[in-house]
């Protein structure tokens, strides 16, 4: 089966792995203010070509800010929040 590069419509769902439910494709488009959630394209790329349909929708720099984020490990994302809470214990005395 060849894959297509245009989305399928908003009666085709798949499960968002950040909220739990089932979601159609136009939501994840439009998630992050306007621009598509930053897991659009590990979700969506067994559906249809979506990086394909992405690179012809967006401009380079809203690419960019969508996708290019600094990756941190879910470790370092846990010490940052300690740390954040430890500031905010410590300002609260």
């Not at 600094?70 to 300002?91: F, N, W, Y």
Request: proline share 8%.
């Amino acid at each position: 089966m060849k894959r297509e590069n245009t989305p399928p419509g908003d009666d085709y769902m798949i499960r968002c792995p950040r909220l739990g439910h089932q979601i159609g494709f136009s939501f994840c488009r439009r998630e992050n203010s306007g621009l598509p959630c930053f897991k659009t394209l590990d979700c969506w790329y067994p559906h249809f070509l979506v990086e394909e349909y992405l690179r012809g929708e967006l401009e380079p720099e809203e690419w960019k800010k969508a996708f290019s984020r600094p990756k941190t490990t879910k470790v370092v994302s846990l010490l940052e929040l300690i740390d954040q809470a430890k500031k905010r214990a410590g300002s609260d005395s």
